[in-house]
């Protein structure tokens, strides 16, 4: 492939698109994107370019058929039409003036490929498979969009802004990238990615006054790793799995999902098992402040969501006090990862207009809770922590007015290779629960919505390999 990539100023110059079907539609967004005058000549458009151009005061559309003398001046030219003989003469004339010219469908005819983008204006990344594979193409381009933030423009304008003045205050290029690496190691840079844009500028100009790189102060992020399967992981989570210096993670966040943080990162376990908390939560406030006073970067990384049922406000709380910088990454609840990967629908218009988050942890035997609110129809009920006192949870519900018959779910290990769910109703489940082993985490659901996991499930980790448990 004879091409040389470029980034070509296109802004004012002359397009001409001749067709104005689907592939002309598809070239048309990124040319409208760089500025230029596009003129296109078709005797019809589709829909979707009428949506596009709406508004569009860069161009126009000449409803008539090509002729050879619309070829004259232009930069650029398209030949789209649905006739390979008429873009063949298209693309023999703009040669024949020297005009640059995509062969939409043909591009051995062209000399111009138009590449896929991934945008993070002003960082553009062109991606072209010299028209051997767009699939491919497509396939890179995802990859791509994946792991580069969107919000990477803003860091790109943060820099474009104060590249002259770091240039005036530090003299040599070792400096400036000195000044550059800790600015884009440390936390001003996550602070623009998260959008506090002018505390990270306020920053910025206190070191460059200073004449002293930007400080590479310590950080916590407190990360949701969702239920368990490891494509549930939000970008942003994995973005800061692969930067942080050291991770914090407890029992519920699954191998998998251990082994995307980045291979160097020290890992410290804190695991809380029911009886057994390797490390009473006092201490773990304290070690993420340490660890960030430290300069390090600090990654706690909690299963399902750090705000549900996850203490994550008790430990950002002892993060503001040592004004330490953080920031909070949701994850996928066990509720909505369970509920999804059962094909048990959290609320239906016909069987629950409510669902509610319940704790069904136990405290000295007792589950401490309202239960004339928790026993009522039409809503759906999800027990997190609830196994141990399913029992308690079961009676009382049936002593508040709930049937003995109201549907119920227990989903083990839910959204991994190891989930089972277990249908029982809320007569039946205490003592299936009492009778089976069953491993936690597990997740309760009661409620009429419980009757849909059998039309709806199609999670089956059990296809995956050759298991001997006991199906329920
Ligand atoms: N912050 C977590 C919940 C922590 S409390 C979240 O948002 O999901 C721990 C409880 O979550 C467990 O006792 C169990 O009830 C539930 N849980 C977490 N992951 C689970 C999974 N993969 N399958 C079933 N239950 C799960």
């Not at 500025?35 to 458009?45: G, L, Q, R, T």
């Not at 002293?212 to 950080?219: L, M, R, W, Y």
């Not at 277990?422 to 489940?429: A, C, K, P, T, Y």
Request: aromatic share 6%; with cysteine; proline share 5%.
């Amino acid at each position: 492939m004879n091409y040389l990539p470029l980034f070509i100023d296109t802004s004012g110059k002359k397009c001409l698109i001749i067709g104005g079907g689907k592939v002309a539609s598809r070239k048309l967004i990124p040319i409208l994107k760089s500025k230029m005058n596009v003129k296109m000549i078709s005797p019809e458009i589709i829909d979707d370019i009428e949506h596009i151009i709406k508004d569009n005061k860069n161009f126009i559309h000449e409803k008539r058929k090509f002729e050879e003398n619309d070829i004259k001046d232009q930069f650029l030219i398209v030949a789209a039409t649905n006739d390979k003989n008429t873009n063949a003469l298209i693309a023999k004339i703009a040669k024949g003036k020297n005009i640059l010219i995509n062969m939409a469908e043909d591009s051995i005819n062209g000399n111009v490929l138009i590449p896929s983008v991934v945008d993070r204006d002003p960082i553009k990344i062109a991606i072209s498979s010299g028209a051997a594979s767009p699939i491919l193409t497509r396939l890179v381009k995802t990859k791509l969009e994946t792991v580069i933030p969107f919000s990477f423009s803003k860091l790109a304008e943060v820099m474009m802004e104060y590249r002259s003045k770091v240039k005036d205050h530090f003299s040599s290029i070792k400096e400036r990238r000195n000044f550059w690496e800790a600015f884009l190691d440390g936390p001003l840079s996550e602070m623009v990615l998260s959008g506090h844009i002018d505390k990270a500028k306020k920053a910025l100009d206190k070191s460059i006054k200073e004449e002293k790189i930007p400080d590479k102060n310590g950080e916590v992020y407190l990360v949701g790793a969702g239920p368990g399967d490891p494509e549930l992981l939000s970008f942003k989570a994995l973005r800061l799995m692969q930067k942080a210096d050291v991770v914090i993670y407890d029992r519920l966040v699954s191998e998998p999902i251990m082994n995307l943080i980045r291979q160097d990162a020290e890992k410290i376990y804190v695991g809380k098992q029911r009886a057994d908390h390797a490390m009473p939560q006092e201490n773990i406030n304290e070690l993420l402040a340490r660890l960030a006073l430290e300069g390090k970067k600090v990654l706690r990384l909690k299963g399902g969501d750090p705000f549900i049922f996850g203490r994550g406000g008790e430990e950002i709380e002892s993060l503001i006090n040592d004004d330490i910088p953080f920031q909070i990454v949701p994850g996928i609840t066990a509720a909505s990862g369970c509920a999804s990967y059962a094909g048990i629908p959290l609320t239906h218009r016909d069987h629950s207009q409510a669902c509610i988050f319940v704790t069904g942890h136990l405290r000295d035997g007792t589950v401490n809770l309202n239960w004339k609110m928790l026993a009522h129809e039409k809503q759906t009920l999800v027990f997190y922590m609830g196994m141990h006192g399913s029992k308690v949870i079961c009676e009382e519900l049936i002593k508040h007015g709930l049937k003995e018959k109201t549907p119920a779910a227990l989903i083990v290990k839910g959204t991994t290779a190891d989930q089972e769910v277990i249908i029982g109703d809320l007569l039946s489940m205490p003592k299936i629960i009492k009778e089976n082993k069953i491993i936690p985490p597990t997740l309760l659901i009661i409620g009429d919505v419980v009757k849909l996991h059998n039309k709806l499930k199609w999670f089956d980790p059990f296809s995956f390999k050759d298991k001997n448990n006991i199906h329920f």
